[in-house]
């Protein structure tokens, strides 16, 4: 079997570890992995190397960490396999950390790998872009379990590190310079060179630390009273950031804050702490909530046909310059790709190009971007009011009126400047592929590629296959919203497909409580408490109540009397609001955007619109509900929609549809999904919750076949 790290000892007397997993793309750390490391310091030990270089043999990266299938084993087991496992680790970094060792990092280096870069006594780093330093496992639910969360804040000082590990968030070399991550930044190809000289005696090049931040390095680490203000003030960050609901951010301050406070032959304790957090949070339910996203989201990057000699889009055409098409646009152009936005306005048009330089523009702001790749990125977008334009197009994603005629007709007026095949792919978020596809030249080439409101922000899309739609242009479809960035679900053409479709009836549920005399702050307060991002009315004012009320109408029709509307939205409709974008919707808005309120008792009461108020107490049935009661009708109609859509295949896994839920409308990963909601209070209750309200709430909590079968069998989704 082929090794996974080479050695080499220099004429200089110095040692490379070289590591190359074979038959990945990406190098990662198993027990395997790290008994082989260890073989390879021992002989250069053995051979009094006077310094070891680890370097990687991977062309983009260092290593993207531990593997997680070996974690993911480990949480069916005992906590102590898990800190075993820790110990294991610990004790090879251990050895490298007593050596004159230097790690030479390119490409991506997370997790574990960053963990043995911090091992090492010397780190450099190239300055290229695929550089990405970080410790990403509080997003796995645990801290990190091989020293960075001890030797992290030892390094940089506690306030940067606990930043790193509390968020999960990469740096890229030039900011990992800076916080002094790492020593010195290197040209990939001086590698060696340079690694030798530090290695033999040279100080590398650091970066220099402002007076003000040294200052405050020193009173927060050094210094008992800025110990506890920093120990407060973390502490409520991160509640503020996971309103208690994720066990690890706290679990790693208190390694941090023992890490700094610690003398340094006194270090074991604080190291085999992190070792029984690292086990402790592991096995607890939501790491394997967490753990299974991560195995979700690999699963959801399979294609289902293999594009290597198909043509990949270049050109891309995008139609109605509104809010989506924007986005789209604006998506595609910082990729790279070439893109025409057209509109049938030119007032419509240059609002819509500046929509695009006003996202660069924020990059810009953020550091994310120069200005000059800004530019570049912006000079990739052609605005025009002519199909003619887009006769290059390789593929042409529409955002215009979600109406059947309208999406038919734009796709016809294509057809013409065309002359070669090329995808028609819809943005619409309810209509049918299938139908579409009618009297297009090439019906095997439309796709559905929903994205989500604000393109920039929200991490998903639903790719539809329509009934014609071929294997190759779903892959095509699939390959190129996950070059855009973001994580994509196949779903079936089906009646809001699985996002929305599931959506609707907890929006609709939610309405209806109100209308029955819930007061609409306690269901907000209920949803939250769940740990959804946001209540379903400050959702259904994201949304945009047209457009809201546009899908649940026509998941009616789709769906039947389960999804008719409720009585007060046509009420609601009357008013002519819109929500959040229109200033006023279920709640009142500031000129920015912001939902108003007044303070009470030190906290925010966001204020309703008095004329939904009005229309909700007009209704009123006087009803009051527990949390527990109204999160059991909000949740457990999002359930019944869910076990639907499995019982038609309109998505084939419940790890694919979880995976919608979480990154298409924030349901708390900590839960796991909706089917993992379920598994978790278990089948057979779910299916009697249902069946109880079905009698007593309305046909859209009646469980279906599949659901009733799971839970006569004993069965789960997860088995």
């Keep these: 079997?082929?090794?996974?790290?080479?050695?080499?000892?220099?004429?200089?007397?110095?040692?490379?570890?070289?590591?190359?997993?074979?038959?990945?793309?990406?190098?990662?750390?198993?027990?395997?992995?790290?008994?082989?490391?260890?073989?390879?310091?021992?002989?250069?030990?053995?051979?009094?190397?006077?310094?070891?270089?680890?370097?990687?043999?991977?062309?983009?990266?260092f290593g993207a960490g531990a593997d997680v299938q070996q974690i993911r084993a480990l949480q069916n087991e005992p906590p102590e396999h898990c800190y075993e496992a820790s110990k294991m680790g610990k004790e090879v970094f251990a050895k490298l950390a007593s050596l004159n060792s230097l790690a030479a990092v390119h490409g991506t280096c997370l997790g574990g790998f960053t963990e043995l870069a911090l091992a090492c006594k010397y780190r450099i780093a190239s300055p290229d872009k695929k550089t990405q330093i970080g410790v990403p496992e509080i997003q796995l639910g645990?801290?990190?379990?091989?020293?960075?969360?001890?030797?992290?804040?030892?390094?940089?000082?506690?306030?940067?590190?606990?930043?790193?590990?509390?968020?999960?968030?990469?740096?890229?070399?030039?900011?990992?310079?800076?916080?002094?991550?790492?020593?010195?930044?290197?040209?990939?190809d001086n590698f060696i060179a340079e690694a030798n000289e530090i290695l033999s005696g040279k100080e590398p090049k650091r970066a220099s630390v402002p007076i003000d931040k040294s200052l405050r390095r020193f009173f927060i680490d050094k210094t008992p009273i800025g110990q506890a203000l920093f120990a407060k003030m973390a502490k409520g960050a991160v509640y503020a950031a996971t309103k208690g609901k994720y066990p690890a951010p706290p679990e790693a301050l208190k390694v941090v804050l023992k890490a700094i406070s610690t003398d340094e032959d006194k270090l074991d304790s604080v190291f085999d702490k992190e070792s029984q957090a690292f086990a402790k949070l592991a096995t607890t339910p939501v790491s394997s909530n967490l753990v299974n996203i991560f195995f979700a989201q690999t699963e959801s990057k399979k294609t289902n046909f293999d594009t290597k000699n198909s043509e990949k889009p270049k050109v891309i055409g995008v139609l109605g310059a509104g809010v989506m098409g924007a986005g789209?646009?604006?998506?595609?152009?910082?990729?790279?790709?070439?893109?025409?936005?057209?509109?049938?306005?030119?007032?419509?048009?240059?609002?819509?190009?500046?929509?695009?330089?006003?996202?660069?523009?924020?990059?810009?702001?953020?550091?994310?971007?120069?200005?000059?790749?800004?530019?570049?990125k912006f000079a990739l977008l052609k605005g025009t009011l002519s199909y003619n334009d887009m006769s290059n197009c390789d593929i042409v994603i529409e955002a215009v009126l979600e109406k059947l005629s309208v999406k038919e007709a734009v796709r016809a007026e294509l057809e013409k400047v065309i002359t070669k095949p090329f995808i028609f792919a819809s943005n619409t978020s309810s209509l049918s592929i299938s139908e579409m596809a009618k009297g297009s030249r090439h019906e095997d080439k439309v796709v559905g590629v929903h994205f989500f409101n604000p393109v920039h922000k929200m991490p998903l899309v639903e790719i539809v296959r329509g009934d014609k739609t071929s294997s190759e242009t779903e892959a095509l479809a699939q390959e190129f919203a996950m070059k855009l960035g973001k994580t994509t679900v196949?779903?079936?053409?089906?009646?809001?497909?699985?996002?929305?479709?599931?959506?609707?009836?907890?929006?609709?549920?939610?309405?209806?409580?109100?209308?029955?005399?819930?007061?609409?702050?306690?269901?907000?307060?209920?949803?939250?408490?769940?740990?959804?991002?946001?209540?379903?009315?400050?959702?259904?004012?994201?949304?945009?109540?047209?457009?809201?009320?546009?899908?649940?109408?026509?998941?009616?029709?789709?769906?039947?009397?389960?999804?008719?509307?409720?009585?007060?939205?046509?009420?609601?409709?009357?008013?002519?609001?819109?929500?959040?974008?229109?200033?006023?919707?279920?709640?009142?808005?500031?000129?920015?955007?912001?939902?108003?309120?007044?303070?009470?008792?030190?906290?925010?009461?966001?204020?309703?619109?008095?004329?939904?108020?009005?229309?909700?107490?007009?209704?009123?049935?006087?009803?009051?509900?527990?949390?527990?009661?109204?999160?059991?009708?909000?949740?457990?109609?999002?359930?019944?929609?869910?076990?639907?859509?499995?019982?038609?295949?309109?998505?084939?896994?419940?790890?694919?549809?979880?995976?919608?839920?979480?990154?298409?409308?924030?349901?708390?990963?900590?839960?796991?999904?909706?089917?993992?909601?379920?598994?978790?209070?278990?089948?057979?209750?779910?299916?009697?919750?249902?069946?109880?309200?079905?009698?007593?709430?309305?046909?859209?909590?009646?469980?279906?076949?599949?659901?009733?079968?799971?839970?006569?069998?004993?069965?789960?989704?997860?088995?």
Excluded at 351 to 361: A, C, E, I, Y
Excluded at 535 to 546: C, K, Q, S, T
């Design 328 to 376: 789209i646009a604006q998506a595609a152009a910082y990729k790279g790709f070439e893109v025409y936005l057209k509109d049938i306005d030119q007032a419509a048009l240059d609002k819509g190009v500046q929509t695009v330089k006003g996202l660069f523009d924020n990059l810009v702001e953020k550091g994310r971007m120069s200005e000059s790749e800004a530019k570049e």
């Design 490 to 719: 196949i779903t079936g053409d089906a009646p809001g497909f699985v996002v929305n479709r599931i959506l609707a009836p907890y929006m609709r549920e939610a309405i209806v409580m109100a209308q029955d005399g819930v007061p609409m702050a306690d269901i907000e307060k209920a949803a939250l408490s769940f740990g959804m991002p946001m209540g379903p009315f400050a959702l259904l004012d994201e949304v945009g109540l047209d457009i809201a009320s546009h899908v649940i109408k026509t998941l009616h029709q789709g769906l039947g009397e389960r999804m008719v509307p409720p009585a007060v939205m046509a009420e609601i409709d009357n008013l002519k609001l819109l929500g959040r974008k229109g200033k006023k919707g279920i709640y009142l808005y500031n000129e920015k955007g912001d939902r108003q309120f007044v303070k009470e008792k030190k906290k925010k009461r966001y204020l309703f619109n008095p004329d939904v108020e009005a229309i909700m107490a007009k209704h009123s049935k006087g009803l009051k509900k527990t949390a527990g009661e109204i999160q059991d009708r909000l949740f457990l109609a999002m359930a019944a929609e869910a076990a639907r859509c499995l019982e038609e295949k309109v998505v084939t896994a419940p790890s694919q549809l979880d995976l919608a839920m979480i990154f298409g409308i924030g349901f708390p990963p900590f839960v796991g999904g909706i089917c993992r909601y379920m598994d978790s209070m278990g089948v057979a209750l779910a299916y009697q919750k249902l069946s109880y309200l079905a009698q007593v709430a309305g046909l859209n909590y009646e469980p279906c076949k599949l659901l009733e079968e799971m839970a006569m069998q004993r069965k789960s989704f997860y088995q």
């Design 142 to 188: 645990f801290v990190p379990g091989w020293g960075a969360t001890v030797r992290l804040p030892r390094l940089i000082g506690a306030e940067q590190a606990f930043k790193l590990i509390s968020t999960g968030k990469n740096v890229d070399a030039k900011k990992a310079y800076k916080l002094g991550v790492v020593d010195q930044i290197v040209e990939k």
């Design 1 to 61: 079997m082929k090794k996974a790290i080479s050695f080499e000892l220099q004429s200089n007397n110095i040692a490379i570890i070289t590591i190359d997993l074979p038959d990945s793309k990406v190098n990662l750390l198993s027990r395997d992995t790290m008994l082989e490391l260890d073989q390879c310091i021992e002989e250069a030990k053995s051979k009094n190397a006077k310094g070891i270089i680890v370097c990687s043999g991977k062309e983009d990266n």
